[in-house]
């Protein structure tokens, strides 16, 4: 069965770092494009990070320089480096995998074959 669990998320004041994780389960192909998602109350979910098989990666502007993305292929697990953090990051942090090898410019919904439960960044100013 596929399954993703974050983990990692928590309250920081502003400037402040957190590290998020997202775990797959054995039975989760993870050899596919791979994203973070975060989403507020009555936003849309937005993209913020993605990472393909080959290593390639985007990041939306606005977290571009603070954020970065990576994989450890040997533990199943994305994660999300999050420096330099800002009242506007807070929202619920989901990650993703697509059903496509690359990752798309822009994020299609319904393009996402398996998710996690999410996990809440708060920041404080």
């Known amino acids: 069965q596929e399954k993703l669990v974050e983990a990692g998320g928590g309250s920081v004041q502003a400037g402040g770092s957190l590290r998020l994780s997202c775990a797959a389960s054995?039975?989760?192909?993870?050899?596919?494009?791979m994203s973070w998602f975060r989403q507020s109350p009555g936003k849309e979910r937005e993209r913020v990070a993605s990472l393909d098989p080959d290593g390639i990666t985007t990041y939306a502007d606005s977290v571009k320089g603070r954020f970065t993305i990576s994989k450890d292929g040997a533990k199943n697990t994305l994660y999300l480096q999050m420096n330099s953090l800002k009242p506007e990051d807070s929202a619920t942090y989901y990650c993703?995998?697509?059903?496509?090898?690359?990752?798309?410019?822009?994020?299609?919904?319904?393009?996402?074959?398996?998710w996690g439960q999410g996990t809440l960044v708060t920041v404080s100013s």
């Open positions: 993703g995998v697509d059903w496509d090898r690359a990752c798309g410019r822009t994020y299609i919904p319904g393009s996402v074959r398996v």
């Open positions: 054995r039975g989760t192909n993870i050899n596919y494009c």
